[in-house]
């Protein structure tokens, strides 16, 4: 059963990464609300597989013009997994298939982009809207963060991720969006790649689940690598 279908959620908001899809939802009446983090996994289930599948893993598939789909945790253990790095994954398959996934049903879709897609937002807003979502809103990826940490008057958000580092600037309590910027190939799988011939994507899922060894080596080099990428 989706999330949206529990509790009625009416307003959903979506933050798509390669490494994690982050969601946010509430019920603005009730005040439900919860949150949930998936891996930015994909997986095409063939109609001979779907027909294994159990009832759980049936009614978690997502059809998407003319083929079946498992996200996150799921489509680790079905289906045939895709590159999640490859030519527009983000734009045309990820946002709409776990949008559909763990949104579906809610008035309001709110999404946090990073700067290094917001070209792509005319893209993502169609995807969306093929999916059947209707009220879509964009806003630039460190807004949360920001708001965490109680808004304050001035601030630089960096969001370090799997593909790129996010930097969020806030000047006078407003977020200025001409000002933020992305960082592309400076992210965890970047840096990993250099230590390792190892699977660099599942290192990284690594580090984000706390491996003590990774997150020592990262807290003493990741910083001088990256330094070093911008000199």
Same mark, same amino acid.
């Given at each position: 059963?989706?999330?949206?279908q ?31 983090i ?41 289906g ?29 879709l ?42 304050p ?31 592309? #190939?400076? +992210?965890?799988?970047?840096?990993? *790649? &250099?230590? =390792? ?5 599942? !290192?990284?899922?690594? /580090? #984000?689940? +706390?491996?003590?060894?990774?997150? *020592? &080596?990262? =807290? ?5 690598? !990256?330094?070093?990428? /911008? #000199?």
């Open positions: 059963m989706k999330l949206s529990v509790k009625n959620y009416t307003i959903a908001v979506m933050d798509p990464g390669y490494g994690n899809f982050k969601f946010a939802l509430a019920n603005l009446e009730t005040n439900d609300y919860t949150e949930n998936q891996p930015s996994i994909i997986s095409r289930v063939p109609s001979w597989e779907y027909e294994k599948l159990d009832g759980i893993g049936q009614s978690a598939c997502v059809s998407w013009k003319g083929e079946k789909y498992l996200v996150g945790t799921l489509a680790t253990i079905y045939l997994t895709l590159p999640s790095l490859s030519k527009n994954w983000l734009t045309d398959l990820a946002c709409p298939l776990f949008a559909l996934s763990f949104c579906k049903g809610v008035e309001e709110y999404v946090m982009l990073s700067p290094s897609d917001w070209d792509q937002k005319p893209i993502i807003e169609q995807s969306l809207k093929e999916a059947g979502f209707d009220k879509i809103y964009f806003a630039a990826q460190g807004t949360g963060a920001w708001l965490d940490v109680g808004a008057s001035n601030a630089i958000v960096i969001d370090i991720g799997f593909n790129t580092v996010d930097v969020f600037i806030v000047l006078n309590k407003t977020p200025i969006r001409e000002l933020c910027f992305a960082l592309k #190939e400076c +992210g965890l799988v970047s840096f990993v *790649e &250099k230590l =390792t011939k190892d699977d660099p994507v599942l !290192l990284a899922r690594r /580090l #984000e689940e +706390g491996d003590t060894i990774l997150s *020592e &080596k990262v =807290t003493t080099h990741y910083f001088p690598w !990256l330094f070093e990428k /911008l #000199e």
